[in-house]
């Protein structure tokens, strides 16, 4: 499985940005994507999940970025977007996607250790 990653890049506060990241070889029927952050100095945190099982979607937004950033995908394509509306200088990290051939409706992955695959990174930045 590889993971790609686009989007990212230098906003105000405020502004807006979008995200995708497509997992290539994730062919599995239930799977589960999600994009996590690091800022620097700081340890990688949760960002957002989603979990394909069978026809259902299920998603979840960190407290962090809830009400402002929504996550959404194409199952067919194994590709997810997030887009990132109210951005504050906080917000700057680099984003990393991951994927997981699995999922469940009783747990949320939202640990590094839920994914097995992980794309390179991309640079979002918040300043005036």
């Known amino acids: 499985v590889q993971l790609q990653a686009s989007g990212g890049g230098l906003v105000q506060p405020g502004g807006s940005l979008s995200l995708s990241c497509a997992a290539s070889?994730?062919?599995?029927?239930?799977?589960?994507m999600a994009w996590f952050r690091q800022a620097p100095g700081k340890e990688r945190e949760f960002v957002a999940t989603?979990?394909?099982?069978?026809?259902?979607?299920?998603?979840l937004h960190g407290d962090l970025v809830r009400g402002r950033f929504t996550l959404s995908g194409d199952k067919a394509k194994s590709t997810m977007y997030l887009q990132m509306n109210g951005l504050k200088p906080e917000d700057t990290a680099i984003y990393y996607c991951?994927?997981?051939?699995?999922?469940?409706?009783?747990?949320?992955?939202?640990?590094?250790?839920?994914?097995?695959?992980w794309g390179q990174g991309t640079l979002v930045t918040v300043s005036s």
């Open positions: 070889g994730l062919t599995t029927s239930t799977k589960t």
């Open positions: 989603i979990t394909w099982i069978g026809t259902n979607t299920i998603t």
């Open positions: 991951a994927a997981a051939a699995g999922g469940s409706f009783s747990k949320y992955y939202t640990a590094r250790e839920d994914y097995a695959y």
